[in-house]
């Protein structure tokens, strides 16, 4: 757990990564899917992963691996790190852009029962912070860009306040909308639609005001685009999520199911191996994909991510040194669902 930002006293969660512990989701309601295309899931946990970091600043895994890309820190603590320094005595905020644009921001509290005037944190019962991009402009924040052809909305609630620290024990955060990635050259390489996507944070555990672990929950849709969405797209995979899990700075544990859009159900997911990092880099640890006819184990190392998919009774292995060669892999893949 890496980034937190001020505001008004009280805390953000900017981001978060690691942890140890698994949080388990309940199994009737997710049936299993049946994988007749083995392409089409093989690398599908490595995209989800860049998903969910385009959002948190989770570690990448396809980033991390040897040879890989540079990790971005994610599109939620650039824009709360931009919050943290504007004058936030108003209730509507103007967060700057890096391209001269900006978004808008509502910030409102509630205060416990019984309490009118909060004396101290503890008076709070909650903070909600929702972002807008309401002008229908781009806003390039780093090395993302969020889309102004589309309604941009990111919800952040903070709640369950220490009163000497000000420090919240369960942060929200939800996100609609399309944000795209730039890369080194200034072109977009990813694209990432949100549907509702919702990440939430509980038991969160602070050493000075930084967080140390905590319980999170990953629900929601989004679909990733490999390349610049509408048009030069290369691939496109259509995810729902529910994975809960616990993380700290160094390890990861999650359980839960992922879905991809083009499957009849859904692919049971665990880390089988806690995820080991070192800053942005993930250096050890396993997870498996279970489908009602085979498995898909993902291992990774400092050489790289090993893929082993067994399939209706057949086994066979990947690996992947790099982010470009995982790229590589998806491209011509179409995983979105039935209409």
């Not at 509630?110 to 909060?118: A, F, I, L, M, R």
């Not at 944000?179 to 919702?198: C, F, P, R, W």
């Not at 944070?201 to 999170?216: H, K, L, Q, T």
């Not at 990774?300 to 998919?309: A, E, I, K």
């Amino acid at each position: 757990m890496k980034k937190v930002v001020a505001l008004g006293g009280i805390v953000l969660l900017a981001s978060c990564g690691g942890g140890s512990g698994t949080s388990s989701v309940s199994e009737e309601t997710y049936k299993l899917a049946t994988v007749s295309q083995a392409q089409e899931v093989e690398t599908s946990p490595v995209v989800a992963t860049d998903a969910v970091t385009s959002i948190t600043g989770i570690s990448s895994s396809s980033s991390s691996t040897k040879g890989g890309g540079v990790s971005s820190k994610g599109i939620a603590p650039t824009i709360l790190e931009k919050i943290g320094r504007v004058d936030t005595t108003r209730d509507l905020i103007s967060i700057p852009c890096d391209n001269g644009n900006s978004l808008e921001a509502y910030v409102v509290y509630d205060t416990v029962d019984g309490v009118s005037q909060p004396q101290s944190c503890s008076d709070i019962k909650d903070i909600t912070i929702t972002i807008y991009n309401i002008k229908g402009e781009d806003c390039q924040l780093g090395d993302y860009v969020i889309d102004g052809n589309q309604r941009f909305t990111m919800r952040v609630t903070l709640s369950n306040f220490s009163d000497d620290t000000c420090l919240e024990k369960n942060a929200s955060m939800m996100v609609e909308g399309l944000v795209k990635h730039l890369d080194a050259n200034g072109t977009v390489d990813e694209a990432y639609l949100y549907n509702n996507l919702s990440l939430a944070f509980f038991n969160i555990n602070w050493v000075n005001d930084e967080i140390s672990n905590a319980d999170y929950k990953l629900t929601g849709g989004l679909s990733y685009f490999l390349g610049d969405y509408p048009v030069n797209t290369d691939a496109e995979l259509e995810y729902q999520f529910a994975i809960a899990g616990r993380g700290n700075e160094t390890t990861d544990t999650f359980s839960g199911y992922i879905k991809l859009g083009c499957l009849d159900g859904w692919l049971k997911v665990q880390t089988t191996k806690p995820l080991e990092y070192s800053g942005d880099e993930i250096l050890d640890g396993e997870v498996t994909l279970w489908a009602q006819n085979g498995d898909i184990v993902i291992s990774y190392s400092p050489n790289g991510v090993d893929v082993t998919q067994t399939l209706n009774g057949q086994t066979e292995t990947y690996h992947y040194n790099s982010a470009e060669e995982i790229k590589e892999n998806l491209k011509g893949i179409v995983c979105t669902a039935e209409e």
